[in-house]
DNA sequence: AAATTGCAAACTGTTGACAGTTTTCCATTA
DNA sequence: TAATGGAAAACTGTCAACAGTTTGCAATTT
């Protein structure tokens, strides 16, 4: 690359159709546009006081990170993944969060290892409180930190891309209830297998946590959909 | 998703603003438009006969392919990726294929299996022949086998778009040259586990594949910079 | 009453034009 | 001769309008 990540960020940003893509984007992942419904180029337009040109932009970009669906003469759709992709997506996370897990610990910090410690000690407090409004950002904020830390920009790209498209299944809520303290332990695996820089551990470690995850998922899908009609299955 | 791949793929590929998606791509890629060098829309929109507006729409899908980079106010650039991104889609190409030779080994029909013993046949048959015209493609579609037939689209996906990227890269030529053998003998190991059914065993051969064809290309790359000038180094 | 056909409104796809910025080139000056 | 400054050309960013398609509605028919 010629130029630096962060000022292409920044100038990108400051373009119009940049601008909308984040926006839009924003209110696809709020769930102000729900899934499967189609999107109104003139509505976007009118709302964010542009032209229907910049929009188009936005959403072929947005198309191109598997948000929507752009389907000729008829419009693009917010798109609605069933389980199976889902099942995809989670296979794939798995092994890219396994990568980031080597990676990290192939060149970590003591100041990084402080961190995750910290970040690990904290949502242990939280999960003893069962406080999960003060869980779920430690949450994120900590496997966002591993992400970025593992120093692999393109793993990091792909990764991100996976989370937003799994924003999308309708089902992912289902999981956010269950396993605390489960998760945590999961997690003072990790940060061990990091803080001990040992590449294969701190792999198996972070794939097998995203592994359980998708386990956790899945068994609260079947639960959620069998019962209904148990003939069925 | 509601509307099946495949007929979304020839609707999408009826729109105008796809088809010049797909038509650009194929020029860069090809190199016709070297990485580094600015693209004109205009030109292109009298190229392919329609106005800028389409174009601008294919560009704004290819930046989201990683393929070029949008700078305001200048233009869109063909991407030039650095050594260190080489490597890092590398590193993450090695865990995508590693799962990709799992997941087959999961659920390999036995007709797959004699497919992938001819590719490797053919191969071996031109290896011995050092019809390096012949071993090439073979290569390739023995590889999009693969990842075709383990059944997982978003890796597919993932994976392809790295390999495009990669193209970009302009040391790639340098690998082409060596290894025929050493690289058929690993394919060797991959169909082997594959008609095992051996996931676990898969996912190694698979992924140490790439890993190898890193280390490959590395060497070369190393071996083309570090001479002309052992001073600097 | 249900189905069908035809019309009108809404929306997408594309175009050409205009405004603002960047780049190039040439004349001027040290 | 090299450097500098400025004007013109080229190009990108954005917009508004038009053509073609789809969708929704209402009148008509069975």
Redesign the interface.
Known sequence: ???PDDA?TI??T??L??VLEREIEKAILGGEIPP?KRVNENHLAIRFGTSR?PV???L??L???GLV????NRGV?I????VE?AI??Y??R???F??AGK?LAERVSEAEVARLRDYLEQMEAAARHRDFDRYYPLNLAFHEFIIDACG????AA?YRG?VKKLHLFRARSLVQGGGLEVSNSEHREMVEAIAARDPERAQCAHSDHVARAKARLLAAYRKAEAPPSRLTS
Not at 69 to 72: A, D, M, R
Not at 79 to 82: D, E, L, N, Y
């Open positions: 690359m010629t130029i292409l100038l990108r400051r373009s159709s940049g499967g040109g188009r932009e936005a072929r970009a198309e191109g990170l669906e752009l389907v000729p759709f798109r609605q993944p069933a992709e995809e997506i296979d794939v798995t092994v890219l396994g990568l990676l692999n920009g393109t793993l792909q996976l």
